[in-house]
C-alpha cells in the first residue's frame, strides 16, 4: 500500500497548478502548439537546408563565389505570364514562365532528328534570357549564401519583362517604373552601398536598346534603365550590347537546343557533322516591306530565285511556331546567310551555328563586335564576310563570293563553328550543374574573374 504523500501517488492525481491552468484554458494549448510547431520547422532547415547550396569549396570556385539577392517577386516571378504555356506570335511573353525557360519539347522536330538528341530540343522563347540565368545561378557551384565572403551580387530582376509589356504603349513612366522602384530597393542594401553596384551583375532579356531612352522627347522608345546614375558601375548580360558601353557584355540568344550532358553534346556535334549538305546556302527570314532599301526582302528574292539556295519566308512558314522549318534548311546548307534583324543581332545566327552551318555576314555588328566572350577571336576560321555595301550594289556578289571557298575550306570553317557550339548553348542542369561548360558557365566564370581582377587595382 502506497503511503498518502508517496511520489507514486502523487503522479495520479490531478495536475499541478500550471497543468490545472491550462485544462481550464483548452485554446491556450492550441495557441502554444501554433507558435512550437514553425519554430520546431524552422530550427529543423536550420540544421538540414537540404534544398539549398552547400558552402562552395576554394577549389572549386577559384574566382570567386556569387551571392544572389532574395527580391520581392514583384521584381522577377510576378512578372512571368502564366496564362500561355508556348509560343504565340502575338504574345512574344508567351512560353516564358514554363520549364524554367526553356518551354515545351519541340514536337515538330520528332521525324527530324534522332530520338536521343530529339529530347533536347524546346520552344525556348528568345526573350527567357532572365528566367534561364536565375534558375541556372540557384544551384551554381560557386552560388554562396553569406553576402560577406561573396565576391559578386546577382540581381535577379526580369527587366525584360517589366519593360518589355509596356514598349508598344505610350507611356514612358511605365517603363521605367519597376526599374526605379529595384533601384530604390537596392539602395537599402549594405552590400550595394558599398560598391554602388561595381561588383553586381544583371541578366536582360530585350536588348541594349530598349533600355537606353534618350532625353530628346522625340525619342520615345524604351526605358532609360541602363542610363540611369545608379546602373553605371554594373556588368549586364545582355543579348545584344552598346559597342561604346563596357558594362555590357553580349551573350547568346537562347536557341531551341539544351543538352543534359557532354554525351548529347557530342551526339548532337556527330550529327551535324555528319549531314548531306545540299545547298550551297540558305535564307530565313521575312521582309520587312514598309523599310526603304529593306536588306533582308532583297535577300529574300535573291535566295528565292537562286538554284543554289533554300529559301525560308518566315511571313509564311510560321517560323516562331514551327521549328522544323528552320532546322531542316539549316541541316540542308553549307552557310547560312545572317543579315542584321531589327536590330543587329538576330537569334537566328545562333540556331545557324548549332546546326553546323557556316554564318555569312553582312555587319561587324551582328556577331563580331558582340560576342567575344563566347565566339572564336578569328572571324574568318568560322565564318564570311561580306560588305552589306557590295550586296545591295549587286545581289550576285553572295554567290561569286561563296562558290570560290573551297570543299576543304569550308569544312575547316564547318569544324570551328562545331567546335563552337557548347560556348552558345544553355545545358539543362542535373545535379545543380552541366557536366561541360557551357554560355551560362562561361559568363559567370567571365564576371567573376572582371569584378576579382578590378578589386585588386
Given at each position: 500500500?502506497?503511503?498518502?504523500?508517496?511520489?507514486?501517488?502523487?503522479?495520479?492525481?490531478?495536475?499541478?497548478?500550471?497543468?490545472?491552468?491550462?485544462?481550464?484554458?483548452?485554446?491556450?494549448?492550441?495557441?502554444?502548439?501554433?507558435?512550437?510547431?514553425?519554430?520546431?520547422i524552422?530550427?529543423?532547415?536550420?540544421?538540414?537546408?537540404?534544398?539549398?547550396?552547400?558552402?562552395?569549396?576554394?577549389?572549386?570556385?577559384?574566382?570567386?563565389?556569387?551571392?544572389?539577392?532574395?527580391?520581392?517577386?514583384?521584381?522577377?516571378?510576378?512578372?512571368?505570364?502564366?496564362?500561355?504555356?508556348?509560343?504565340?506570335?502575338?504574345?512574344?511573353?508567351?512560353?516564358?514562365?514554363?520549364?524554367?525557360?526553356?518551354?515545351?519539347?519541340?514536337?515538330?522536330?520528332?521525324?527530324?532528328?534522332?530520338?536521343?538528341?530529339?529530347?533536347?530540343?524546346?520552344?525556348?522563347?528568345?526573350?527567357?534570357?532572365?528566367?534561364?540565368?536565375?534558375?541556372r545561378?540557384?544551384?551554381?557551384?560557386?552560388?554562396?549564401?553569406?553576402?560577406?565572403?561573396?565576391?559578386?551580387?546577382?540581381?535577379?530582376?526580369?527587366?525584360?519583362?517589366?519593360?518589355g509589356?509596356?514598349?508598344?504603349?505610350?507611356?514612358t513612366?511605365?517603363?521605367?517604373?519597376?526599374?526605379?522602384?529595384?533601384?530604390?530597393?537596392?539602395?537599402?542594401?549594405?552590400?550595394?552601398?558599398?560598391?554602388?553596384?561595381?561588383?553586381?551583375?544583371?541578366?536582360?532579356s530585350?536588348?541594349?536598346?530598349?533600355?537606353?531612352?534618350?532625353?530628346?522627347?522625340?525619342?520615345?522608345?524604351?526605358?532609360?534603365?541602363?542610363?540611369m546614375?545608379?546602373?553605371?558601375?554594373?556588368?549586364?548580360?545582355?543579348?545584344?550590347?552598346?559597342?561604346?558601353?563596357?558594362?555590357d557584355?553580349?551573350?547568346?540568344?537562347?536557341?531551341?537546343?539544351?543538352?543534359?550532358?557532354?554525351?548529347?553534346?557530342?551526339?548532337?556535334q556527330?550529327?551535324?557533322?555528319?549531314?548531306?549538305?545540299?545547298?550551297?546556302?540558305?535564307?530565313?527570314?521575312?521582309?520587312?516591306?514598309?523599310?526603304?532599301?529593306?536588306?533582308?526582302?532583297?535577300?529574300?528574292?535573291?535566295?528565292?530565285?537562286?538554284?543554289?539556295?533554300?529559301?525560308?519566308?518566315c511571313?509564311a512558314a510560321q517560323?516562331?511556331?514551327?521549328?522544323?522549318?528552320?532546322?531542316?534548311?539549316?541541316?540542308?546548307?553549307?552557310?547560312?546567310?545572317?543579315?542584321?534583324?531589327?536590330?543587329f543581332?538576330?537569334?537566328?545566327?545562333?540556331?545557324?551555328?548549332?546546326?553546323?552551318?557556316?554564318?555569312?555576314?553582312?555587319?561587324?555588328?551582328?556577331?563580331?563586335?558582340?560576342?567575344?566572350?563566347?565566339?572564336?577571336?578569328?572571324?574568318?576560321?568560322?565564318?564570311?564576310?561580306?560588305?552589306?555595301?557590295e550586296?545591295?550594289?549587286?545581289?550576285?556578289?553572295?554567290?561569286?563570293?561563296?562558290?570560290?571557298?573551297?570543299?576543304?575550306?569550308?569544312?575547316?570553317?564547318?569544324?570551328?563553328?562545331?567546335?563552337?557550339?557548347?560556348?552558345?548553348?544553355?545545358?539543362?542542369?542535373?545535379?545543380?550543374?552541366?557536366?561541360?561548360?557551357?554560355?551560362?558557365?562561361?559568363?559567370?566564370?567571365?564576371?567573376l574573374?572582371?569584378?576579382?581582377?578590378?578589386?585588386?587595382?
Amino acid at each position: 500500500m502506497l503511503h498518502a504523500y508517496s511520489p507514486e501517488l502523487q503522479s495520479r492525481r490531478k495536475p499541478s497548478k500550471p497543468l490545472n491552468f491550462l485544462y481550464a484554458h483548452p485554446y491556450l494549448w492550441i495557441s502554444l502548439a501554433s507558435i512550437s510547431i514553425p519554430l520546431f520547422i524552422i530550427s529543423a532547415v536550420r540544421i538540414a537546408p537540404l534544398c539549398l547550396p552547400r558552402r562552395p569549396a576554394a577549389d572549386e570556385c577559384p574566382s570567386g563565389t556569387v551571392y544572389v539577392y532574395d527580391l520581392p517577386y514583384m521584381f522577377n516571378h510576378h512578372l512571368l505570364l502564366h496564362s500561355c504555356t508556348d509560343l504565340d506570335n502575338w504574345n512574344w511573353q508567351c512560353g516564358i514562365a514554363a520549364n524554367s525557360g526553356f518551354g515545351g519539347r519541340a514536337a515538330e522536330l520528332h521525324r527530324l532528328l534522332p530520338e536521343n538528341l530529339y529530347k533536347s530540343w524546346f520552344r525556348t522563347n528568345q526573350f527567357a534570357l532572365e528566367l534561364i540565368f536565375h534558375k541556372r545561378i540557384l544551384t551554381h557551384k560557386c552560388r554562396t549564401l553569406e553576402a560577406e565572403s561573396a565576391t559578386a551580387f546577382y540581381i535577379p530582376f526580369y527587366g525584360g519583362l517589366a519593360v518589355g509589356k509596356h514598349l508598344w504603349k505610350n507611356d514612358t513612366a511605365k517603363r521605367d517604373r519597376d526599374c526605379r522602384m529595384l533601384l530604390r530597393w537596392l539602395d537599402h542594401q549594405e552590400h550595394w552601398k558599398k560598391s554602388n553596384g561595381s561588383d553586381h551583375f544583371i541578366s536582360l532579356s530585350r536588348i541594349t536598346w530598349d533600355f537606353r531612352r534618350l532625353a530628346d522627347p522625340a525619342q520615345i522608345w524604351g526605358s532609360t534603365f541602363l542610363n540611369m546614375p545608379e546602373m553605371q558601375r554594373v556588368t549586364r548580360f545582355i543579348i545584344e550590347k552598346a559597342s561604346f558601353d563596357d558594362r555590357d557584355v553580349g551573350v547568346p540568344y537562347p536557341t531551341g537546343f539544351h543538352p543534359e550532358s557532354r554525351e548529347i553534346l557530342q551526339d548532337w556535334q556527330k550529327f551535324v557533322r555528319k549531314q548531306k549538305r545540299g545547298s550551297l546556302y540558305t535564307f530565313i527570314g521575312a521582309a520587312r516591306e514598309p523599310i526603304r532599301r529593306d536588306f533582308r526582302g532583297t535577300l529574300l528574292s535573291y535566295c528565292s530565285n537562286s538554284s543554289s539556295c533554300r529559301a525560308v519566308d518566315c511571313a509564311a512558314a510560321q517560323c516562331s511556331a514551327n521549328s522544323s522549318v528552320i532546322m531542316e534548311s539549316l541541316l540542308a546548307s553549307e552557310f547560312c546567310l545572317q543579315p542584321k534583324g531589327d536590330s543587329f543581332t538576330r537569334r537566328s545566327v545562333f540556331d545557324c551555328m548549332i546546326a553546323g552551318s557556316v554564318p555569312v555576314f553582312f555587319w561587324n555588328q551582328t556577331a563580331y563586335e558582340q560576342y567575344p566572350w563566347f565566339l572564336p577571336g578569328e572571324p574568318e576560321s568560322y565564318s564570311v564576310y561580306i560588305d552589306h555595301g557590295e550586296v545591295m550594289n549587286e545581289t550576285s556578289v553572295i554567290e561569286h563570293v561563296l562558290k570560290r571557298i573551297s570543299k576543304e575550306e569550308i569544312r575547316r570553317k564547318r569544324e570551328k563553328v562545331i567546335e563552337t557550339i557548347p560556348r552558345i548553348v544553355y545545358g539543362i542542369q542535373s545535379g545543380g550543374s552541366t557536366d561541360f561548360e557551357d554560355a551560362f558557365d562561361i559568363a559567370i566564370e567571365g564576371v567573376l574573374q572582371r569584378i576579382r581582377k578590378e578589386r585588386e587595382l
